[in-house]
């Protein structure tokens, strides 16, 4: 897999090196495959394998996300680090009264030093977002490439683009959690004897690559803008149509594609790997009273989603603000399926989408039977959320019948004269 960098046309990226812009990899730090960059002298680029990763988190007291063990949220960044192309090769985790300077109790970095060495790791990965000033005093102690969860998330993000617009979101986070953390990439300044983007102070070049970032960012949110009016235009022309508006909401490989595919046959691309849908897609669905709503697919939520995506795609999670239902897809055989769901929920009122009417659909049922070796799956977890909730496997197709009558009903039972929309402020 390629390094994250900020997403933009070539001639871009070089004209910003050529004025002394951090290269790709320096700026923002990535889980990339290792390789033998090209350093002007000869040298070719070799790829030597995927990055080794070593997995850090904690758990301190009276988190907000204290549902969570530490264990399932150690699990899923080994997920993300897999689908990322990076190879897992220990883990390291300690309970603490709060983060530090280096975000673990000073022994236990001494720890991570000594199983870094053992496991010949190129990265440490850890469980959260690291402050600036984290992740230079972790940089200077590990001297290894230090990446924090959401850097990771950006990294994966960044590969999954493909449309105009999910480059354009992904970059402008990219950038938006750069900004703060320029500070340290330029102090291997002090270590190079010469040579083309070293000479004047470092404080200079800091200066410059702010300049040049806040510029980037101004521009990427005047160009989202533009994404934005072009996707109200869209969303007025289906309204006009007076067909009703359904969108899929969920945790992330909850099944949300494999679902949408299965109700309106769409073909998209559905993988059991995190995000594997970043841009909306909309279809008409076919309901079973004879007439049709319009189902659009989503970018799925996500433990600990990093504050700069969730501002970055703005312009598509208004399609949720648009929606007259929104469908909760969880995976019920994945055994964190209620804290899923909590932090689906907690996304919703973030984004002011709490009171939004929808409909839970218990996805994935045919692995929880399986699970249960052949008797229904244990909602108990879910609590008064599983209420009314849907139960289908979009894979076999078991439900669908079910959910569709749900759908209408719920789609019927609008009061008379409401309108799809609502006053919806995100965050900027």
């Known amino acids: ?97 709060r983060p530090t300077s280096v975000y673990v109790g000073h022994g236990k970095l001494e720890e991570i030093k000594e199983t870094r060495a053992a496991s010949e ?26 990446l924090d969860r959401s850097a990771l998330i950006l990294d994966i993000f960044a590969d999954r683009a493909r449309t105009k617009e999910g480059v354009l979101q992904v970059e402008l986070a990219q950038h938006e959690y750069l900004l703060p953390r320029l500070a340290g990439q330029w ?3 002090e270590r190079l004897g010469g040579g083309i983007g070293t000479r004047g102070p470092g404080e200079t070049q800091l200066e410059t690559d702010r300049r040049l970032v806040r510029e980037r960012i101004s521009r990427l949110k005047r160009d989202l803008e533009t994404v934005r009016a072009h996707r109200s235009r869209h969303r007025s022309r289906r309204q006009a149509a007076q067909a009703p508006m359904v969108s899929l909401v969920g945790y992330t490989n909850a099944g949300k594609s494999t679902l949408f595919n ?58 949720l603000a648009e929606a007259d239902l929104l469908l909760h897809v969880v995976d019920v055989s994945h055994h964190n399926a209620a804290e899923h769901v909590q932090v689906v929920e907690e996304t919703l009122a973030e984004l002011d989408l709490d009171a ?57 039972s609008r009061p008379v004269g409401a309108l799809s929309g609502s006053q919806v402020h995100f965050i900027d």
């Open 1 to 97: 897999m390629g390094d994250i960098v900020p997403a933009q046309d070539i001639t871009t990226q070089t004209r910003h090196q050529q004025r002394g812009f951090p290269p790709a990899g320096e700026g923002a730090p990535t889980l990339a495959r290792r390789r033998d960059r090209s350093n002007g002298n000869g040298l070719h680029a070799t790829a030597t394998g995927p990055e080794r990763a070593l997995l850090v988190g904690i758990a301190p007291r009276n988190a907000r996300h204290a549902r969570w063990e530490l264990a399932d949220s150690m699990g899923e960044l080994g997920q993300l680090v897999r689908s990322a192309g990076g190879e897992v090769v220990g883990e390291v985790t300690q309970n603490i009264d």
């Open 121 to 146: 790791s190129t990265v440490v990965v850890f469980n959260d977002e690291l402050k600036p000033a984290q992740q230079r005093n972790l940089e200077r102690a590990l001297e290894v490439k230090v």
């Open 187 to 189: 102090s291997h300044l």
């Open 262 to 319: 299965a109700l309106v046959r769409a073909g998209v691309v559905a993988e059991a790997k995190p995000f594997s849908t970043l841009d909306p897609v909309t279809r008409r669905m076919a309901l079973p009273d004879g007439t049709f709503a319009l189902l659009t697919d989503t970018v799925g939520f996500i433990h600990k989603l990093p504050h700069t995506l969730v501002a970055a795609f703005r312009a598509t999670l208004e399609e």
């Open 356 to 412: 939004k009417p929808r409909l839970l659909v218990l996805n994935k049922m045919d692995l929880a039977v399986h699970a249960e070796n052949g008797s229904g799956p244990d909602l108990s977890s879910l609590g008064e959320s599983a209420e009314g909730g849907v139960m289908v496997s979009a894979a076999e197709g078991w439900g669908l019948d079910l959910l569709l009558d749900a759908i209408v009903q719920r789609i019927d």
